[in-house]
């Protein structure tokens, strides 16, 4: 192979890289290491690439035996670039192996021949390497600080690949401080840099993160389908360790909302694709979203098995980094206790994760609701109504929207136990429209579950029966046949007496109100309750809606009518004389949309 042709080859690998393709990249590189007299810097060059390529892969040993022993002991005897260059590999083989002490100290190292060498490309490399690194140990003033070096040197050398990479640290930074408008713009920025680069592999993470800022705000089919992009993606450079990631995340979307077969399909998957980079952490997270599923089709004795895996392989990685992670599978333990009974063990093990250090707010908060549940189910009322109480000063500072529609369900069950029929209910239904908002269809279920039985408990059997067989369509779909077991029993019970009181608990005006407050805890569900308080108060419909300048109205949400109707109501209501049928039609301010409005349509004239 002649000089020409080998930087030739040389140059055609680093194309394969930048675009992610890290096996056509050691095919050819693999090839050229074999050629012989080929000149010290060019066999140093392929050794970089070699690495990088086995990295792309998830393959640590090979990337190890790639880039053979650190400079200082192997006395090379390279350019401050390529020496630059070659610390900078061996910091993320020890941070993909977990010493992040030790990446750190080797990055250090390749910074300063970076400075050395006035290299604008290695400087960025191994600042947005620190970024990744400290924003693993918690750092995250020094992570901004790197990142915003990193992507400054990057941006004058031209390196749109990693120039996304270290904007995407930036966005995963900003999102986890809650910053989630700016992480989606900074995520724009990175999908682009990606775009230009051909860089399949980084838009697959790029998607991956769009989609979780879209899943936490409940915006489960646009989450979904960035999911499923992130998954294409990934496939176009396999093999490579972003595809285990987004399978695991894809996984984890159809488990919340409600696609289990496609959620086991996934997630088994994920499991095919890990790689020597993060084969411990995927394992767990897989395992843990495995259990979740079958805990919800009632299959005790596997979710008893995948948690044992999820903490075998939790365990393994913990060894040389933190314990965040394993709290779920913890969290999950409880719920797994009380499912099956175990209502000593299932408070026991909640005290334990209240009790504990360092415990995410999502699992602490799963477990004070197991907690609060078990509670109940043991006729603790007094106990259940304090734990509750102090939950919810717990749930104020760490608001979690799935968390309160559990909240609303078990408080709805305690008041029903003290008798507060009405305002039981209010909060049973609320619950139920909650988890129907946010897409999720087992704890929707578990909702109508809980209301069919309180109505059920107080004579209103053929309100009952509708919530009973709701519920029980919804575990049918999710393969949860236990439950619907369980409530095809109830329903049977339940016989044809008339609805009794059941217009006056809808109608009632306080306690829809308080639906109304207690609704802020979600723009889109505040809309939602306003829209149904609105019409159950009226016996019409009510539709909410904004209008721009120039522009056909936008429906907000409606109750008492189908979207067309919906539609058809707030065109009527902005006509300079509506129609005698729109009874009231007020300005609620404006946003970004335009100037909002609701509107009332009903056949008989409102009481004051």
Known sequence: MALSQAETELSLAHIALTRGRGAEAAGRLRRLARMPGLPAELRTATRIGLARAWLLQGQIQEARRALGPTPDKAGEAAEPSQLSALWCLHAQIAFRSGERSRAIALLGRALKYAETAHDSHAIGLARSELAQCYRHVGELAIVREHVSQATAALAAAGDHRHLALALTVTAVTAAQSGRLDEACSTLVQAEGEATL????????????????????????????????????????????????????????????????????????????????????????????????????????????????????????????????????????????????????????????????????????????????????????????????????????????????GAYLRLRGQLRARLGRIVEAYHDLDQSISLFDLIHHPYEAGLSERALGEVLLAAGEHSEASRHLQAGGAIFARLGAHTLVRELEQAAATTGAQAAGQMHVIRRDAAALVRRVVDAAVLPQFLVRETAHALAEISGGSAVLFAQAPGSDVRVLGHAGCDDMTALGVARASMASVPPPEIRVVESLGRDHLGVRRMAIASREALAP
């Open 197 to 404: 680069d051909e860089a399949d592999d980084v838009l697959g993470l790029v998607c991956n993160n769009q989609a979780n800022i879209a899943f936490i705000q409940h915006q489960h089919d646009k989450a979904r389908e960035l999911y499923e992009r992130s998954v294409a993606l990934a496939e176009r450079c396999f093999p490579t360790y972003v595809l285990s990631i987004s399978l695991a995340s894809l996984g984890q979307c159809y488990v919340q909302i409600g696609e289990l077969d496609r959620a086991e399909t996934a997630l088994k998957r994920a499991l095919d694709a890990r790689t020597q980079i993060q084969f411990h952490e995927i394992t767990g997270a897989v395992y843990d979203s495995l259990a979740q599923m079958h805990l919800v089709r009632g299959e005790y004795e596997t979710v008893e098995s995948c948690l044992e895996q999820a903490f075998a392989a939790y365990g393994e990685f913990g060894k040389r980094a933190a314990h965040w992670y394993a709290w779920s599978p913890r969290a999950l333990a409880v719920k797994l206790a009380l499912r099956r009974g175990n209502t000593d063990e299932a408070l026991r093990l909640s005290d334990e994760i209240a009790k504990a250090a360092g415990v995410p707010s999502t699992d602490r908060l799963d477990a004070e609701l197991v907690a609060c549940e078990t509670l109940l189910l043991c006729d603790r009322v007094q106990d259940a109504e304090a734990r509750l109480s102090r939950f919810k000063e717990q749930l104020d500072a760490n608001p979690s929207v799935p968390a309160y």
